[in-house]
């Protein structure tokens, strides 16, 4: 366990994770797993009409049935279900209403819950639902966004008298000055699908009651949060809950959340004084996880002759789905400070009006808001430039902020600390061969080749390292952004790290093992790391909007700092030399200038647990936590390039070649960030061609399974070329920035710019999303294309690609 001075460095080291030998073996432990002894399984009646009243639910047949306990409908639990919460009031005067986890007297979208089973196993659960009888008075359902803001629309809540939940609007810099007469002014509008975030894991919750105690355990990004959420709900003490996040198999947003199901759950284990489980059908998943994005942009542009930007103008309408659940309305607005992307302009405008409508909530989704954000400018930069008759490269060159002009304060209210978008976009171009692939695709154009080939650009910035908690605050979000470690040494000299964010599936136990063994100087394999109970880890604010190594990687980082501070002071007097003439170099201290004299940090964790040489007020254990909240976001940024191929008889895509350069300053663990990217990728490319969320007229989910809601696999996506550059974060010690969701945010609108730009010589300005080979196929004839298609329109992946 001694360190040496020439062990390698762990920190940017490409180590393979230590997690996925129990992950990929199955050798672990899903919530669904978890079976003690007595439990019993609930199933949940869901709503078959998009609104309506309830009229009656009689459960008592059901209690009748072989192996079912209980039966409950929402009015049985009315009393004590509480409103499930939202932690994100943006405006003054916005519209929250009500939102029981079981339906009492109005079912809001297909899928809300009305009624629960509860029995010995889950077969007879399920099967007992159909005793279960309601009668439903239908309401009209409102489906359309457009429609449930003009007047005389139907409402989703009758007693708000109004579709609207809120408006919030954000301006900086004469906007209309800007846009007078400037030579060039677009006006667009996009539609940012509905999609539905598809763990690998399902949603599952088990719950245990011991006394007047629960531990729930739960398939949740948020552990932490779910305690206080759940205790505020349900009124039960926070400190008799306890909440277990055991493996989680992905999340995406979709986990981020305080589901109703998780809340029933609670209450049912208490009510019966037994454990309880649900875990969700996939179906029922698509219904009823939140979903994301589906908002419609309406854009307006103003630039000059030479393609500097003056202003931009944005008018959103986010759709809310029928509720506000925990942070939906603040979703969009995390997109009002990115739509500027990496360019300066001398005014902006956004005003975002959050809608109502009877489909299923939405909320946090890969890249929350700024996936959508950097989608509007990058497809309006392309736009522009095929107006001025630039190339997209070089438009964006003309507005970008020079590596040179950072620290950065840019006109949506941010100040960008570090960024370098001229290496990443020029080693971009190399790896693609850009030059090359125009040359070709003007040939292609020549011959009237039936295959066109179109290159897209998309070079972007996030925001990341959620979030400062004072800008939180600004925002009238409910809660800080913080995050929480502390590093245990051993008396063995082994060190236990725990941290307060909570993996499903990025790697933490490697990487964060990875920062404490080389700032304690201590081998790799001698660092656990434990997470996702709030038993063991009482202190934290989880994993979303790649925070988990900006905020709470950073809090690790200062915590190893302070336990080497700490056995410093003890190792001075084991040494019987001066505190400051002890040197600590890869987990040894040395005394200047005595180079045959020194202990490792571990020798000292042994000293300091027998206690029997200490100074004076030292006390017996190296130990130490940090908290760390930082001062202001970090920003990746990349560029990403995408060369697709277009059949204009048939509408099908083929991406030829996709590069991704991304700078997301240092880098922890090489393999685990290639991963990272590689998935967002896949998700970021599945919106441009495949996912879509489809709802018919009278509010039903039509794409609730697999073979409707279109998701590639591996063998759908091109093989993927990347690389990086690597500009530090200056907001934080280690100059980390996350990279979980830049895969995500960048290749969408790089996808489908490149296919506008094989069909702009067409005609064709823009394709909607996903675009399947029918529309295309649509917008080369000058079709309007449906912004809501029967499910697999365009004839799936079979036909979309050969597509990938």
Not at 224 to 251: C, F, Q, S, Y
């Amino acid at each position: 366990m001694t360190a040496t001075d020439d062990r390698p460095a762990e920190i940017g080291s490409a180590r393979r994770r230590s997690e996925d030998a129990r992950l990929v073996t199955g050798r672990t432990r899903w919530t669904d797993n978890i079976a003690p002894a007595g439990t019993l399984h609930v199933a949940f009646l869901r709503s078959p009409h998009a609104h309506a009243r309830i009229e009656r639910v009689d459960a008592a047949a059901a209690t009748d049935l072989p192996g079912v306990v209980a039966a409950f409908s929402g009015a049985d639990l009315a009393g004590e279900q509480g409103s499930l919460p939202c932690a994100w009031v943006v405006t003054e005067d916005m519209r929250h209403p009500e939102h029981p986890p079981m339906a009492v007297r109005e079912v809001r979208y297909a899928g809300e819950p009305v009624a629960c089973v509860v029995a010995r196993d889950r077969a007879s659960a399920v099967d007992a639902l159909e005793a279960i009888d309601v009668d439903y008075a239908p309401l009209p359902a409102v489906v359309d966004m457009e429609a449930a803001v003009a007047d005389g629309a139907d409402l989703v809540h009758g007693d708000l008298g109004t579709n609207e939940s809120y408006t919030w609007v954000f301006e900086n810099g004469d906007l209309d000055a800007a846009m007078r007469d400037a030579p060039v002014v677009l006006e667009r509008r996009y539609v940012q699908q509905r999609l539905i975030p598809t763990a690998m894991e399902p949603r599952s919750v088990v719950c245990v009651p011991e006394g007047d105690e629960f531990t729930l355990y739960s398939a949740t990004q948020i552990p932490h949060i779910l305690r206080l959420m759940l205790a505020t709900v349900t009124g039960i003490p926070e400190h008799r809950l306890r909440v277990v996040a055991p493996d989680v198999g992905g999340g995406f947003g979709s986990k981020l959340q305080v589901y109703g199901e998780e809340v029933v759950a609670l209450l049912l284990a208490r009510r019966l004084g037994r454990p309880v489980k649900w875990t969700e059908s996939r179906s029922e998943g698509n219904m009823t996880v939140h979903h994301g994005r589906d908002q419609i942009q309406r854009l307006t542009l103003a630039a000059g002759e030479d393609g500097r930007i003056r202003g931009l103008k944005v008018d959103l309408l986010a759709d809310m789905g029928a509720y506000l659940m925990l942070v939906t309305p603040g979703i969009p607005l995390l997109g009002a400070f990115m739509f500027n992307g990496i360019y300066k302009m001398d005014a902006y405008s956004f005003t975002c009006t959050g809608v109502f409508t009877t489909k299923t909530p939405t909320d946090a989704y890969r890249g929350a808001g700024r996936p959508e954000a950097t989608y509007a400018i990058e497809r309006l930069m392309d736009e522009l430039a095929a107006e001025l008759g630039l190339d997209p490269i070089e438009v964006r060159r003309r507005n970008w902020i020079g590596h040179d002009e950072f620290p950065y304060d840019t006109i949506a209210g941010l100040t960008y600390d570090s960024g370098n978008y001229e290496a990443a976009t020029e080693q971009a171009l190399r790896l693609l061969e850009y030059d090359k692939l125009r040359a070709e695709q003007a040939d292609r154009r020549e011959r009237r080749d039936p295959v066109q080939l179109g290159i897209g650009v998309s070079t972007f910035t996030e925001m990341c390292g959620l979030a400062p908690s004072r800008v939180l605050g600004s925002l009238s979000y409910g809660a800080g952004g913080w995050e929480h470690a502390s590093v245990r040494m051993l008396p063995s000299g082994k060190v236990e790290v725990v941290t307060g964010s909570s993996a499903h599936g990025q790697g933490h136990e490697t990487a964060w093992a990875q920062i404490a063994a080389d700032r304690l100087g201590v081998p790799f394999e001698d660092v656990k790391v434990l997470h996702g109970d709030t038993a063991v880890s009482p202190k934290g604010m989880d994993t979303y909007g790649s925070r988990s190594l900006a905020v709470g990687g950073v809090a690790l980082y200062s915590a190893c700092d302070k336990v080497v501070e700490k056995a410093k002071r003890v190792a001075a007097h084991l040494l019987e030399a001066s505190e400051d003439d002890v040197e600590f170099t890869a987990g040894r201290f040395g005394v200047r200038g005595v180079p045959d004299s020194g202990t490792t940090i571990q020798e000292v964790a042994t000293a300091a647990f027998a206690a029997h040489d200490l100074p004076d007020g030292v006390e017996p254990s190296l130990d130490s936590d940090a908290t760390f909240d930082p001062d202001n976001f970090s920003f990746p940024h990349g560029t990403h390039l995408c060369a697709a191929e277009v059949d204009t008889e048939t509408g099908m895509v083929r991406i030829r070649k996709y590069v991704a350069v991304d700078d997301i300053g240092k880098v922890v663990n090489p393999l685990i960030v290639e991963g990272q990217v590689h998935g967002g990728l896949a998700q970021g490319i599945a919106q441009a061609l495949y996912e879509e969320a489809v709802y018919d007229a009278d509010g039903n989910l039509t794409t609730t399974t697999m073979a409707d809601y279109l998701i590639p696999s591996a063998a759908d996506l091109p093989e993927f070329v990347t690389d990086r550059t690597e500009t530090p974060a200056t907001s934080n010690p280690l100059g980390v920035k996350g990279v979980g969701e830049a895969g995500t945010i960048a290749s969408t609108p790089a996808v489908v710019n490149a296919i506008v730009d094989a069909l702009r010589p067409f005609g064709v300005s823009d394709v909607p999303m996903p675009c399947t080979p029918e529309r295309v196929w649509r917008a080369l004839r000058g079709e309007t294309a449906h912004e809501t298609a029967e499910p697999g329109a365009g004839g799936g992946l079979g036909s979309a690609g050969g597509a990938a």
